[in-house]
């Protein structure tokens, strides 16, 4: 079966191809049926791949499909590599990438058949350069498929590209991206540099005798995590991700939870033995990361859009995971990666219900109520909540509880930091559940005559993301309740660099001690959310100091604004009018009306004077002479 | 006789030559003058040719085959220079050099 495996990339392909090539002339529900069908069908066999990679003792192989690159000493071949890692990426982008297209096959059925058919093609060229990017078996192939996904978001951001604000969007995130990419591609040239291969093992085995702290592994780590920090919205490269709302709720689901933002998290995890013999890297990436957490975290109370508070709560949530890799856990980054995909696909296509039930309106201050209209969608809703604030029992709080120990186990302060993250979560979440859900409807009337329940194939793919959300969990239990399955699966992965980490145990009673703790707070925040919002009337009252401040996201995108975007369009100004009018324009004209003028000069040579003539020849010849004898 | 009295004259010759087409404006007088020129250059190889060979170092006579080759073509350009200045004559009625700027601009 693991020979098989470029089937699971080449089949979203083919779905490209048909649904992009054939939109003219395919109808609806083939297009859908093609653009699930292949993706299902590469689940099926990521799932035939994922149980022979499960096996113990199973080996990392390549499967070598052609040569890509072959310059001198260095090869680059196109290859696929399985391991546990890919194996277990390969899974959630094609369950939750199924779950989506099943899910836009009803959300998108109002577009025209033509874009209908485009939105397919697009979807499935996101997941193929997705797959592409975690299968690859170096990283040139995982650049293809992160230029893929970059290009793809744009693609599919700036969907209803009429709209300038949304084109806007499609075009910050491309920008954005393409800093990130900079890094990413540096980072790869200095390892070609470095160590002549871009193979993970070779480079991972020149790696390791380097040694801790050695200057260019030390480039290498930040170049590539520059790189991720703008795949995956990190501080200072995430304002890409909340403004990525434009583009349809399923798409928005695909980048946050399969595909896109946890590229970077592959990465980082995938080039483990790098980033462990750079400690003051992983520093900065733990810093990043909590700070990112809580930063995300603390905009996310204050805002009124459905999707805006998902999205900074995705940012906030990929901090987390930052800060596993940061602590070295990285089995936890994954881990919570996995859990966050499920509940984070379930949240965002419950909003996509209640958006599309709602008509289009995103705004939860003229929600509300909302319960008993769309029963499915609540319970799906409040799962995914409970889930992503970390309740015991949902799959959220053993990933994020993980998290947390470990950062613990690292440094208490940042510990302390993520648990505040953590809160400010459990509160956003609710305040956004009570607010959309209960209390009563704030709509108009014509709204409210107009919600329903969404349609089965809506339903369907929330009641299984919930039940995944419950029990996605139970793969990676802590050390006190039995054993972590999942961080004994991905365990040869990151053996290579188990050799330079010095490993931090904690006591079963302090593991206690925390999960005590962050539950306590979190349950006690969700109360304090319940009291606040579940009976939300909406004031129409400015908000005032640090509210407003927050409401408008700290000015972050105003600031970007201020200090990179309108320089820029003042430079470009000047050189446009300056530059490019008075100083190349006039360079050019000038040597038009220079040789012009030289011209008119020397034609007054050509006098008809013959004796002249004979003149300047006889004393050209003299200059030539002297020229001679001299030289 | 030192060969640097055959170069000094060859020089006197041909600078006469020079001045004479620069300075006078009768067609016929340049071009004697550039047969002043031609001919000085001839005594210059002939000078040059004869030291050579009482040097022993070329056999006598060899280089003056230029001198030949130069007296031929100067008579042939002679019969082509002095057919033109005819025709520019029955023109003109004029030998004079400047009236002929029609090549001006």
């Keep these: ?631 | 006789m030192p060969v640097q009295y055959y170069i000094f004259l060859s020089i006197a010759l041909f600078c006469i030559g020079v001045m004479g087409v620069l300075m006078r404006r009768n067609a016929i007088i340049i071009f004697m003058c550039i047969e002043l020129m031609l001919n000085a250059v001839n005594l210059l190889l002939v000078a040059f040719s004869k030291m050579w060979a009482d040097a022993g170092k070329v056999d006598a006579g060899s280089a003056q085959l230029f001198v030949f080759f130069i007296m031929v073509v100067a008579a042939a350009e002679v019969a082509v220079g002095l057919a033109i200045i005819t025709l520019v004559y029955r023109n003109t009625k004029s030998v004079d050099i400047n009236i002929l700027n029609r090549l001006k601009n």
């Excluded at chain 1, 209390?439 to 793919?461: A, D, N």
């Excluded at chain 1, 990676?476 to 010095?502: H, Q, R």
Aim: glycine content about 10%; overall charge positive.
């Design chain 1, 1 to 631: 079966m693991i020979k098989l495996v470029w089937l699971v990339p080449f089949l979203p392909l083919l779905g490209f191809l048909v649904n992009g090539l054939g939109r003219r002339f395919l109808s609806k529900s083939l297009v859908g049926f093609i653009g699930s069908g292949t993706v299902l069908a590469s689940f099926v066999v990521s799932l035939l791949a994922f149980f022979e990679v499960k096996a113990p003792g199973f080996q990392a192989q390549v499967v070598h499909l052609f040569n890509f690159i072959s310059v001198g000493s260095l090869h680059i071949p196109f290859a696929f590599q399985v391991d546990q890692l890919s194996a277990l990426f390969l899974l959630i982008i094609t369950g939750v990438g199924t779950l989506i297209h099943i899910y836009s096959t009803s959300y998108m059925h109002d577009e025209s058949d033509e874009s209908f058919a485009r939105y397919f093609a697009y979807l499935n060229l996101f997941v193929f350069s997705m797959l592409i990017l975690v299968l690859g078996a170096n990283y040139v192939m995982m650049f293809i498929g992160w230029e893929g996904v970059g290009l793809c978001s744009y693609l599919l951001i700036g969907f209803w590209f009429k709209n300038t604000s949304y084109n806007n969007a499609a075009k910050k995130a491309f920008v954005m991206n393409r800093i990130g990419d900079l890094g990413f591609l540096l980072g790869i040239f200095f390892m070609i540099m470095q160590f002549g291969t871009v193979t993970f093992p070779d480079v991972f085995a020149k790696a390791a005798p380097l040694g801790m702290n050695n200057p260019t592994l030390i480039a290498i780590a930040m170049l590539l995590f520059v790189g991720a920090m703008g795949k995956s919205a990190q501080i200072p490269l995430y304002t890409w991700l909340p403004d990525a709302m434009a583009g349809p709720t399923p798409v928005s689901a695909l980048i946050h939870a399969a595909t896109m933002v946890t590229a970077g998290i592959y990465m980082i995890a995938r080039s483990n033995v790098i980033y462990t013999l750079a400690p003051s890297i992983q520093a900065v990436i733990a810093i990043i990361g909590v700070a990112t957490a809580l930063f995300a975290a603390s905009i996310a109370l204050k805002q009124n859009d459905i999707k805006k508070v998902l999205a900074y709560s995705t940012v906030s949530q990929l901090g987390y995971m930052f800060l596993a890799l940061g602590v070295g856990a990285y089995s936890a980054a994954v881990f919570h990666v996995m859990t966050h995909a499920f509940f984070k696909a379930l949240l965002f296509l419950g909003s996509g219900s209640v958006i599309h039930a709602m008509g289009g309106e995103q705004d939860i201050r003229k929600m509300g109520g909302l319960k008993k209209y769309m029963p499915t969608t609540n319970w799906t809703f409040l799962v995914g909540c409970l889930a992503i604030a970390g309740i015991p029992g949902f799959s959220g709080f053993f990933s994020k509880d993980e998290i947390l120990a470990s950062a613990y186990a690292h440094n208490p302060v940042l510990y302390a930091l993520g648990l505040l993250g953590a809160l400010m979560t459990a509160f956003y979440m609710f305040r956004l559940y009570y607010i959309t859900f209960s209390g009563k409807f704030r709509g108009t009337h014509e709204q409210e005559h107009h919600l329903h329940e969404s349609p089965s194939p809506i339903t369907i793919p929330l009641i299984i993301l919930a039940v995944l959300s419950v029990f996605g969990g139970y793969v990676g239990l802590p050390e006190v309740f039995g054993k972590n399955l999942l961080a004994e699966y991905l365990s040869p992965v990151f053996a290579p660099s188990a050799p330079f980490v010095t490993a931090h145990h904690l006591s079963h009673s302090t593991e206690w001690m925390l999960m005590g703790l962050s539950s306590v707070l979190v349950i006690a925040f969700i109360l304090i959310a319940r009291q606040k919002f579940a009976a939300y009337e909406d004031t129409g009252k400015e908000n005032t100091g640090l509210a407003k401040v927050l409401e408008n996201k700290w000015y972050i995108d105003e600031l970007y604004d201020a200090i990179i975007v309108r320089p820029l369009q003042e430079l470009s100004r000047f050189f446009r009018d300056t530059v490019e009018k008075a100083g190349i324009d006039k360079l050019v004209n000038g040597v038009g009306r220079g040789v012009q003028y030289s011209s008119q000069q020397i034609r007054r040579v050509q006098s008809g004077q013959v004796g002249f003539y004979i003149f300047a020849m006889v004393i050209g010849m003299i200059v030539l002479f002297v020229i001679g004898f001299l030289l």
